[in-house]
């Protein structure tokens, strides 16, 4: 039994092995909280231990084993009311256990080093007896601890080697690496460059690699240059050299690296991927589409290449070449995560709502710890009307990228959509902070206060809404939503007839129209009218509404629908659907 050996493995400090084997088991049987109490007491950081005993805790609310474990560690307050953990296994108690090398504290008056290793020894105890019990509850992910360096754009892709489970990244205290809750770790496919070195610059030169995959771009560069030396017309070794300069956004030394690459070999494909990575990041208008075709011609199966050119094409409004590139990324690496979110892009760009949702859940699934596709998969979402998953996934995405401001209007636009007012004005007011002149911003938050019932302040941030944009059409619904609510259905309407009715462009926008226009009229006592609105109304296309807006007017007209409609409507951002008078 995977578990008993695991057992076993912790018994001999053989922690290293009892961890990948409690991993091995946890992919099968994720809902075992015995599993997670027995792995944090083989993970290496108080963090992880902490995360393993949250894990068991929230499985099995009564297992004591945890709690303890959390009280020890400080996760948990002190509680009384806990029972000691039953020793009717005192061996497990006495048998020595391995202490992780961040426990080990330098001795320091009374700071008590072997009450620090009594607690150490306790909690690791404490968790090999409760894990000894046993217990069973249900539903629980499996993240896993295996960190794995950030990846390079060109050298380091990635391919999965087991199932990635998802959580609910908000109950974290701060943002955790997102590989830190991958169930399996990831096997990095071979650099592009395999260039045997003489023994004279081997050693300096993967010692520079090594630096490279830590993020420690200083280092890196010394030891290539140290492999240099020895070597000094090696072309990777610029390459590499150009990489640790751009992982850096410093395109000018890269681009010189990279086109001394170029210089000492000019059949070295990656190195005008490079330089044309380079000079995109010097310049955003600069055309690099000579550089990526040379990457692709002297190299037909580098998928970086091709991944890079697509996205070069979408951008300059080639979407056929683009799509070509991605297809051939695809039948060249199968599992890239980048070229599912690409391809998503392209789809959505094309309106191709559940193809595009499929491949940006695809992209999702294969690498957990690619934050743009995130974004990618909330776009996604509300493209295909789930407002609820995209909230999720734009949580995440702007937890980790929190200066992509664009982002957070979005994610309080969606908040706005499914009704959590107060987290909206939250996003939104961060991202007025950037753009204190944006129209769209001043309506969502309008929004967020007709949702908290301040139509007061609603009606000053719509007014400013349409003051920087007059043709901001859902800022004058707002505008007219705010009066009804101030107790001016006369006014609402005047709104609506005098600036939304010209502006409607859309089924959509009529649908807003000819429902407001419907209950501005009834509370104004103008029946006739009203009703003519709600005919208006079920004249357009079902999916153009609500549900519930189309099943309001077929019971103000005394109609009764063969069939009530039920639809999935798209993103609205107007907040609630009903009035509230």
């Known amino acids: 039994m995977v578990l008993q050996e695991a057992i076993e493995a912790l018994r001999r400090g053989e922690r290293t092995r009892a961890r990948d084997l409690l991993t091995r088991q946890l992919k ?13 007491a083989a993970v290496d950081t108080q963090k992880e231990r902490i995360y393993c005993l949250q ?25 009384d009311s806990i029972p000691p953990f039953p020793l009717n296994h005192p061996r497990l108690w006495e048998e020595e256990l391995s202490v992780p090398e961040e426990a080990k504290v330098p001795r320091s008056g009374l700071a008590h080093p072997l009450l620090t290793l009594f607690v150490i020894l306790v909690v690791s105890a404490v968790v090999l007896a409760g894990a000894y019990f046993g217990f069973l509850a249900p539903n629980a992910f499996v993240p896993a601890y295996l960190n794995r360096p950030r990846r390079l754009l ?26 830190f809750l991958l169930s399996t770790t990831y096997t990095p ?16 030169f993967e010692a520079g690699l090594q630096f490279l995959k ?43 690296a990279y086109q001394t690459a170029i210089n000492d070999d000019a059949d070295f494909a990656p190195a005008y991927l490079g330089r044309a990575l380079a000079n995109f990041g010097l310049n955003p208008a600069a055309n690099i589409s000579d550089d990526l075709d040379s990457a692709v011609n002297l190299d037909p199966h580098y998928t970086d290449a091709y991944l890079e050119r697509s996205s070069y094409r979408r951008m ?83 937890r980790y990228t929190p200066n992509d401001i664009d982002a957070l209007l979005t994610l309080g636009t969606v908040y706005n959509s499914i009704g959590q007012y107060q987290p909206a004005m939250d996003a939104v007011n961060r991202y007025l902070k950037d753009n204190p002149k944006s129209a769209e911003a001043y309506g969502q938050r309008g929004f967020s206060y007709l949702g908290l019932n301040n139509a007061s302040l609603a009606e000053i941030d719509f007014k400013s809404s349409v003051a920087y944009d ?33 502006m409607m462009s859309d089924d959509g926008q009529k649908a807003e129209v000819y429902y407001w226009e419907a209950v501005f009229l009834e509370k104004m006592g103008q029946s006739g009218p009203a009703q003519a609105s709600w005919r208006r109304l079920l004249s357009l296309p ?40």
Request: with cysteine; hydrophobic share 40%.
């Open 316 to 398: 300059h409004n080639d979407p056929t070449g683009a799509m070509q590139d991605v297809q051939t990324a695809l039948e060249l690496s199968p599992h890239s995560a980048r070229a599912y979110m690409i391809l998503a892009q392209l789809q959505l760009d094309a309106g191709d709502n559940p193809d595009a949702l499929a491949a940006a859940k695809n992209a999702n699934q294969i690498d957990l710890t690619m934050i743009p596709a995130y974004l990618v998969l909330a776009q996604a979402y509300i493209a295909n009307g789930q407002i609820s998953q995209a909230t999720s996934a734009l949580q995440t995405y702007t």
């Open 55 to 79: 894990t068991a805790l929230q499985l099995d609310p009564q297992n004591a084993a945890a709690k303890r474990g959390l009280i020890l560690l400080g996760g948990l307050p002190p509680d």
């Open 214 to 256: 830590a993020q420690d771009y200083k280092n890196a560069i010394a030891m290539f240059h140290q492999a240099l030396n020895a070597e000094p017309q090696a072309a990777d070794v610029y390459f590499y050299i150009g990489e640790a300069y751009r992982m850096q956004d410093d395109y000018s030394d890269a681009h010189s």
């Open 470 to 502: 007059p043709n901001y059409f859902e800022g004058y619904i707002g505008l007219a939503r705010a009066y009804y609510a101030l107790g001016s259905a006369n006014n609402a309407y005047i709104v609506v007839v005098q600036n939304c009715e010209p």
């Open 28 to 40: 099968t049987d994720h809902d075992n909280p015995m599993c997670w109490v027995w792995l944090s």
């Open 542 to 581: 079902e999916d153009a509404m609500p549900a519930d807006w189309r099943n309001e007017a077929f019971l103000k007209l005394g109609i009764k629908p063969s069939i009530t409609p039920s639809l999935q409507y798209t993103l609205t951002p107007t907040g609630t659907s009903t009035p509230t008078p």
């Open 154 to 179: 060109i050298t380091l892709t990635s391919t999965p080697t087991g199932t990635i489970y998802a959580t609910n990244l908000s109950t974290l205290p701060e943002p955790t690496p997102l590989a």
């Open 189 to 204: 496919t071979p650099l592009y460059v395999l260039t045997q070195h003489p023994v004279t610059s081997r050693s300096a």
